[in-house]
């Protein structure tokens, strides 16, 4: 991943990710539900201490992405379902570092330490049928289609569709040994 580095959200961050989120806001805002609920600073922070509980709980795990030391978005488990061993993963990625492959290698990392350390046997991951730089993520992780949900997601003033991708823990392994 070169420069890149992952870590679990930080206080120290709560500034930084706001920058970024304000600065992106337009552009983000398309495809995420939550911009318009992070209008200041304290907003982050908030959300930044309930990413915080939930890791501790081991019930969630919010990453930042930063790239020389800066965060340019964050990648992370929505919630674990321990009893059935799955979870789903988001992410968001600045404008500007789109299409580097960042947000695949981070990605592929936060799955390998899910399937080989914590023994999950299941991730999904949902997106927009139209958010094709999304959809490339699971695509090119080896994620399959299981079907869309229609009218799944509210988008401010709409109802988005979601197509549902899976990956099931040996068929990771097995796409890795062919990589």
């Known amino acids: 991943m070169g420069d890149l580095v992952l870590r679990p959200v930080a206080l120290s961050d709560t500034d930084a990710l706001f920058q970024v989120v304000d600065a992106n806001r337009a ?23 309930i990413s915080a509980r939930q890791h501790a709980a081991r019930e969630a795990l919010q990453v930042v992405i930063l790239l020389a030391g800066e965060p340019i978005g964050m990648v992370g ?24 492959g960042y947000m695949t290698s981070a990605c592929r990392a936060l799955i390998e330490i899910v399937f080989s350390t914590w023994e999950l046997n299941r ?3 949902r997106c927009a049928p139209g958010n094709t730089r999304s959809r490339a993520i699971p695509e090119r992780l080896g ?8 009218s799944a997601e509210w988008l401010y003033d709409h109802f988005e569709d979601l197509v549902v991708y899976s990956l099931l823990a040996d068929e990771f392994t097995s796409s890795k040994a062919t990589r």
């Open 27 to 49: 552009y983000l805002r398309r495809w995420l539900p939550w911009v318009d609920s992070s209008l200041s600073v304290e907003d982050t922070r908030k959300y930044r201490e």
């Open 123 to 125: 991730i999904e991951i």
């Open 143 to 150: 994620f399959r289609i299981e079907g869309t949900h229609r």
């Open 77 to 100: 488990f929505h919630r674990f379902d321990w009893a059935n061993r799955s979870t789903s993963i988001g992410y968001w990625l600045a404008e500007a570092h789109q299409g580097h």
